[in-house]
């Protein structure tokens, strides 16, 4: 029963840190397909603040990495665990990445 009372205190933190979290800044820029993008510190800043406010600690893995000329691929996964209880909870996710103008650019 104890286990199930630190779970639902970490799944409270974890929405308390939701909460908190204001839409997030975009100060990237990608000229060539001219867009704003959120780098990682305007992700990882604030949700670093919020998480320590709250007793929490978030841990990124790299599980498998993929990188070649123009693309990159890599499953990453987010433990986050609780420093009062030591309860955590664990995501993993593929991420992949294009670099258009490498495509163009390459020599013919």
Known sequence: ?????????LFFKILAVQKSLQPLEKSGKNDYQRY????AS??????????NEH??????DVIESRIEPGKAS????????????GESVSITAPGYA???????????
């Open 36 to 39: 704003a993008y959120s780098t």
């Open 1 to 9: 029963m104890d286990s199930d009372n630190n779970k639902a205190k």
């Open 55 to 60: 007793g929490l600690v978030a841990i990124a």
């Open 74 to 85: 890599a499953t990453v996964r987010l433990t986050v665990a609780d420093s009062e209880t």
């Open 42 to 51: 305007d992700v990882l800043l604030p949700v670093q603040k919020a998480c």
């Open 98 to 108: 294009e670099d258009w103008s490498y495509k163009e650019n390459r020599p013919t």
